[in-house]
Nanobody, 123 residues
């Protein structure tokens, strides 16, 4: 069973940075895509970024392109989301997700989800 645990959320001022981590366990992830999604209050959950574990190929939502970077550490089985130039509209609950297969922005194609971590950006 895949187990995902997020950490690193918190409170930050606009323009600041945070790094989220997602520790993955339960199987070998070489054929997996890892994704980050977020959900703001009163809004649908939306795609943020994804990375193909084996190749390192990445995919980003337009809203975060150039500000967020997704990466993975194979030795630690951990995926990161480095968030810079944060804006109040980045405030949301951030979730790590996993699926076996190629990157996709479609939420329902991810089979495994973490519990999430809150990111709050103040103006």
């Amino acid at each position: 069973q895949v187990h995902l645990v997020e950490s690193g959320g918190g409170l930050v001022q606009a323009g600041g940075s945070l790094r989220l981590s997602c520790a993955a366990s339960g199987r070998t992830f070489s054929s997996y895509t890892m994704g980050w999604f977020r959900q703001a209050p009163g809004k649908e959950r939306e795609f943020v970024a994804a990375i193909r574990w084996s190749s390192g190929n990445t995919l980003y939502a337009d809203s975060v392109k150039g500000r967020f970077t997704i990466s993975r550490d194979n030795a630690k089985n951990t995926v990161y989301l480095q968030m810079s130039s944060l804006k109040p509209e980045d405030t949301a609950f951030y979730y790590c997700a996993a699926r076996e297969g190629l990157q996709t922005t479609t939420e329902r194609r991810y089979n495994y989800w973490g519990q999430g971590t809150q990111v709050t950006v103040t103006s």
